[in-house]
């Protein structure tokens, strides 16, 4: 990752923009209109948390972007009842 905040490239021939994620931003744009642009970043901000999720996924970099929910305690709600052994 090098240390680089959340961010994606866009690519369209010689074309190429990238923006961060958190909070979204443009970073730098070669080529695309403003108006191309603008739906780039309606796009990027429509899908963020999808975004976000892939990125730190991929890097293996998630940190809990809904408020630090406890999965460990979800999973053990999740995981079956076990019965006792004893009897």
Not at 18 to 43: A, T
Not at 63 to 76: F, G
Request: proline share 3%; hydrophobic share 35%.
């Amino acid at each position: 990752m090098g240390g680089e905040p959340a961010h994606i490239h866009v690519k369209r021939d010689w074309q190429i923009v990238k923006f961060w994620l958190d909070p979204v931003s443009l970073e730098k744009n070669r080529g695309f209109k403003d108006h191309e642009l603008n739906q780039i970043m309606g796009l990027v901000e429509e899908h963020q948390q999808t975004l976000l999720e892939a990125w730190h996924d991929y890097f293996n970099t998630w940190v809990d972007y809904t408020k630090h929910i406890d999965h460990n305690a979800i999973m053990k709600e999740r995981s079956p009842k076990t019965a006792d052994a004893g009897g």
